[in-house]
Nanobody, 122 residues
Framework: QVHVVESGGGLVQAGGSLKLSCSAS????????MGWFRQTPGKERELVAA????????YYVNSVKGRFTFSRDNPKNTVYLRMNNLKPEDTAVYYC???????????????WGQGTQVTVSS
């Protein structure tokens, strides 16, 4: 059974930082591409950042480039999203997801966490 669990969300002032963690069990972690998505009420889930399984190659949506850093620690079956210089528009529920094949579309990710709330106050 596969479990994906996020942690690290919270309330922070604009300009502050948070670090999200996501652990995945029940999979051969190093083979899985991981993604962080976020969603606000009434909007579709948006890919924020992605990291490949073996190479660690990263992708970021333009709005977070230079502020967010996605990393992975394969021996610990964990990925991290370091978020700096947070803005109120970053407020959302952040979801961690895992896929073995496919591309960056949310539908390609097979396993999802329950989400963690990030709230940035102005």
């Amino acid at each position: 059974q596969v479990h994906v669990v996020e942690s690290g969300g919270g309330l922070v002032q604009a300009g502050g930082s948070l670090k999200l963690s996501c652990s995945a069990s029940g999979v051969l972690f190093k083979d899985y591409h991981m993604g962080w998505f976020r969603q606000t009420p009434g909007k579709e889930r948006e890919l924020v950042a992605a990291i490949s399984g073996k190479t660690g190659l990263t992708y970021y949506v333009n709005s977070v480039k230079g502020r967010f850093t996605f990393s992975r620690d394969n021996p610990k079956n964990t990925v991290y999203l370091r978020m700096n210089n947070l803005k109120p528009e970053d407020t959302a529920v952040y979801y961690c997801a895992a896929r073995i094949t496919g591309d960056y579309d949310a539908a390609d990710y097979q396993y999802w966490g329950q989400g963690t709330q990030v709230t940035v106050s102005s």
